[in-house]
């Protein structure tokens, strides 16, 4: 019984070209850029400023506690002294749905919205932030509900135990609608102008903005707080930052028909197997347990934390599973980053670079480090890095392509830095921003030290890729169960070459109390 349906990478990319009319005639001829935007606040070129970044947030109230809103009050101390809060993807759980919009995000970040002291007033497809909030799609922004979780199917058997659950899965009556519902709540829907001249007059009042690649959409905080695309770049305080739709360039390749690619398939159908079985032995389960009991209550939070694992790991699987499909991977997209990377560093008044998206190359959260996903983005992220390289030559003088990536999808938050990888990647810093709502996870067994295979069939070598420097995760057992989660403030210091002062924002929910800390800052 599957909770979810992840659409196809071209569904996705078609679906979210129409909604921004991608570029139409009219667009084109107007010299617009619909992959960039100013950050009108009036303070952009300030060398030293800060902001917030949050990720794998958008869960509601589970045994009477939020944890989502209690890493947003966190925030608030912050609120005017940051300029924008990044999101790294995952905004409403399970799957996307309109539905959700107001308990999962516009009651938890009341006040980053204009008119937020009435939050239940906001329309999730008219909102208008105060504080900038510019996230990026996660998987879940884009997940629909299955065919057997309709209203047709509601008798049968497993359906039944999954209502009877006190698992609080954020499901109602449809899902995203390939991404539909974060569209209409976060970009400009330029699908919405259909009658004559209604486009023309949106773009001469909103797409005012002019830069070397032509004139943008200006955002414009408590005013026009619209997103130009799904992916997109902004300058600010002389850093170039790119948002990234990480969902459309994760497909792994398909397993090969030799005799050794057959057995993997195999073992996967195996494993997939069991954990359908294992979900409905958790659903059985927690049908038994009292939310009102604080001991019970605990083992539903275990139980919900559990099931959405598995949930993401049949997702994996049915990737690598998937027969007869045509590949696609989103190359106009990473075609995309390359260039204007490339531009970046060809540009003189541009002293730093970061990037965000959602899934992670790199990784020790224990369910994400080895997963498919995980090593088609890394592998996807280096051809493009390794091409920025090659065309900027020794223009970096040493210093790596990229100063930070930021990522959600792991439940935790993660500071890592890559080796020496043998490619463009290396040397990087790298945060998992993951930790934000529910469903914290743990670090895998193996340790610190992310291991690669490398080189061809006949020499290979077992390379050090990453290391992780930093983990806050779930942690503990039983009574000593510690559920520690999180947030950012990034302050941006330095001149010529940006250092990057990362605070971790920590509220833990430990033996049935809130705990709030901020802990030693990181400097990059």
């Known amino acids: 019984m599957k909770l979810v349906s992840d659409p196809a990478i071209a569904k996705k990319i078609y679906k979210m070209n129409q909604r921004v009319r991608w570029q139409d005639p009219l667009i084109v001829e107007s010299g617009i850029d619909q992959t960039r935007m100013v950050l009108d606040d009036g303070r952009a070129d300030d060398s030293e400023f800060s902001f917030l970044v949050i990720g794998d947030s ?9 944890p989502q809103r209690e890493v947003a009050k966190l925030m608030l101390p912050h609120h005017n002294e940051c300029r924008f809060m990044l999101h790294t993807g995952d905004v409403i ?38 504080l900038p909030i510019l996230p990026i799609p996660g998987n879940h922004d884009y997940y629909d509900l299955p065919i057997v979780l309709s209203l047709v199917s ?19 009556l449809h899902g995203s609608s390939t991404g539909d519902a ?8 330029l699908q ?10 949106h773009l001469e009042k909103y797409y005012t903005a002019k830069t070397d690649t032509g004139r943008c959409l200006r955002y414009e905080p408590g005013h026009f707080t619209r997103l130009p695309n799904r992916y997109y770049t902004f300058r600010y305080g002389g850093i170039d930052f790119f948002a990234l739709d990480s969902n459309t360039f994760n497909d792994p390749p398909p397993l090969p028909t030799t005799r050794e690619g057959q057995a993997d398939r195999k073992i996967l159908e195996k494993r997939r197997e069991d954990f359908e079985q294992e979900k409905l032995e958790i659903i059985e389960t927690s049908t038994k347990l009292n939310p009102n009991n604080p001991t019970e209550a605990d083992q539903l939070d275990d139980l919900h934390a559990k099931l959405s694992q598995i949930e993401e790991l049949i997702v994996d699987i049915d990737k690598q599973l998937a027969t007869n499909k045509t590949m696609v991977t989103d190359f106009e997209q990473l075609e995309w980053l390359k260039l204007r990377l490339i531009e970046s560093w060809n540009t003189a008044e541009v002293r ?14 224990a369910t994400k480090w080895q997963q498919a996903q995980t090593l088609a983005i890394r592998s996807r992220l280096r051809d493009v890095l390794d091409g920025v390289a090659e065309a900027v030559g020794s223009l970096n003088q040493g210093r790596p392509l990229v100063d930070l990536v930021l990522n959600g999808h792991a439940h935790c938050l993660e500071y890592l830095q890559t080796m020496d990888t043998g490619h463009a990647d290396a040397h990087i810093p790298w945060i998992v921003c993951g930790g934000s709502g529910f469903s914290l996870r743990r670090q895998r067994t193996e340790g610190t030290d992310l291991m690669e295979l490398m080189g061809d069939a006949g020499k290979q070598e077992n390379r050090l890729v990453a290391r992780s420097h930093l983990f806050i995760g ?5 009574f000593q169960k510690r559920r520690p989660y999180s947030g950012l403030r990034i302050d941006v210091k330095g001149d010529a070459q940006p250092k990057f002062v990362v605070r971790p924002l920590v509220a833990e929910w430990y033996q049935r109390k809130w705990h709030n800390r901020e802990l030693k800052p990181l400097i990059i």
């Not at 779930?474 to 039983?478: C, S, V």
């Open 58 to 66: 958008g869960s509601g109230r589970h045994g009477g506690n939020n």
């Open 93 to 130: 759980y399970l799957v996307g749905s309109s539905e959700f919009y107001q308990q999962n995000f516009i009651q938890p970040y009341q006040e980053f919205l204009v008119g937020g002291e009435h939050p239940k007033r906001i329309a999730y497809d008219r909102m208008v932030f105060d």
């Open 154 to 172: 509601l008798t049968t058997l497993p359906i039944r135990r999954l209502l009877r659950s006190r698992l609080d899965l954020d499901v109602g």
């Open 182 to 189: 974060y569209a209409r709540a976060f970009l400009d829907y």
């Open 192 to 201: 919405a102008y259909q009658l004559p001249g209604d486009l023309a007059r």
């Open 352 to 365: 730093g670079r970061v990037i965000y998206f959602h899934h992670p190359p790199y990784v020790t959260e």
């Open 474 to 478: 779930r942690n503990g057992q039983g």
